[in-house]
């Protein structure tokens, strides 16, 4: 990948670049989604359903994108999503997307099933960082989990809720994903859940969650969670209204829309449609995040105005990291900061917070929220 490729390219255009330094197993784990994929695609053609309603002859001589999220000022609400086993992309994996997160003025959600240990991706870029969680048959693990996050001084717990088990990802099934034996899960160093398990047939991933992911999770988790940290508590994965009540109920200090990138339940809705619904019964309380197919600005500013304090990015960032490391991923976070910024000149909304229902058409079948 020379830095002209890097210069020259959106956001999609970086996948072949990508994919062509990928093993086949490695590329297809991070590209593919649940059964048909038919969330994978919806997520993304879900943007194409929307359009927007540019206010002209608006000072936007100055634009500012900052926002903040969780008592943090980020450059801009465009947040790195968790995802799991980035060394398998770059050798300098987790620590190489923290640094960009860094450099860019915003911040990564560490994922529980990193190649790199929370505290060393910590250390590689000193300033807010997030841990994604799953919960553990053993608690204990979790726990331990929890711990070693707040020792790294991470700012939130991020808990997945999607994964009671996994989706079902032919691709990987097909691949036999597993991870190269040079890389392991850091954050259970020394201990057997840091590998898959060696006699699986199929995806080694699916042998594992099985093993080790707890399917009797239920709201109490939330409380339980609750007693053993003092830090922040998003919750992502909350798709409809009934769960969004509950999960203010439960004290959640934020929530993610989220349907894991298609990943996990095949036919989900994609989650530009379920953001209005869920910003609605959350009602300001606590903020909503959202992510599944942001590829472009414009896509940040659908987000936002549907109700979205800010929005996660998944794909992108590993197409960037595999591409060319952590200018790679600079690189992306650039573009989408780029595109956002422009967009909302073009749009006359000179900040985030100008953003409102106002800034897009109402499209059939969709439920906005009132006009602001
Ligand atoms: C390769 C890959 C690994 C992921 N690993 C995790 C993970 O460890 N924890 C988690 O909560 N979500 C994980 N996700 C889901 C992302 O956090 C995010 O919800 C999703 O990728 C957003 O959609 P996008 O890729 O279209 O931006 C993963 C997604 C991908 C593509
Ligand atoms: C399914 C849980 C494992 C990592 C992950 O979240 C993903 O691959 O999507």
Not at 227 to 239: D, H, N
Request: with cysteine; aromatic share 4%.
């Amino acid at each position: 990948m020379t830095t002209l490729d890097l210069k020259t390219a959106n956001c999609e255009a970086l996948e072949p670049a990508a994919r062509a330094v990928l093993s086949e197993a490695a590329y297809n784990y991070y590209a593919g989604g649940a059964e048909d994929e038919t969330t994978l695609r919806a997520n993304r053609a879900a943007f194409g359903r929307l359009y927007l309603r540019p206010r002209v002859l608006v000072d936007v001589g100055e634009v500012d994108t900052s926002v903040e999220i969780l008592g943090e000022r980020l450059s801009m609400p465009i947040l790195l999503a968790p995802t799991a086993f980035q060394r398998l992309a770059h050798p300098d994996g987790e620590k190489a997307s923290a640094r960009a997160a860094r450099a860019a003025g915003t911040l990564m959600v560490a994922s529980t099933l990193s190649t790199t240990s929370v505290g060393d991706t910590a250390a590689a870029a000193p300033g807010p960082l997030w841990f994604q969680l799953y919960v553990y048959r053993k608690r204990d693990i979790t726990r331990a989990l929890v711990e070693r996050a707040e020792a790294a001084g991470c700012t939130a717990i991020c808990l997945t809720v999607t994964v009671p088990v996994q989706g079902n990802r032919e691709r990987d099934t097909r691949t036999g994903f597993r991870l190269p034996p040079e890389l392991e899960m850091a954050n259970f160093a020394g201990m057997p859940q840091a590998a898959f398990p060696d006699d699986a047939a199929g995806s080694g991933l699916e042998a594992f969650i099985a093993r080790e992911f707890d399917p009797t999770l239920t709201w109490s988790a939330v409380d339980w969670l609750r007693s053993i940290t003092r830090l922040p508590i998003v919750l992502k994965g909350i798709v409809t209204p009934e769960d969004a009540a509950l999960a203010v109920e439960h004290g959640a200090d934020a929530v993610i829309v989220s349907n894991h990138g298609g990943r996990q339940l095949d036919c989900a809705e994609p989650t530009l449609l379920a953001l209005p619904r869920v910003a609605d019964a959350v009602a300001g309380r606590i903020p909503v995040l959202m992510d599944g197919g942001i590829r472009r600005g414009t896509d940040v500013v659908k987000a936002l105005a549907l109700g979205a304090r800010a929005v996660l990015v998944g794909r992108p960032v590993l197409w960037g990291l595999a591409a060319g490391g952590q200018p790679g991923v600079e690189r992306v976070l650039e573009m989408l900061g780029g595109e956002l910024r422009r967009t909302l000149a073009l749009l006359g909304r000179p900040s985030v917070s100008a953003v409102d229902a106002s800034a897009i058409t109402e499209i059939q079948g969709l439920v906005l929220p009132p006009r602001g």
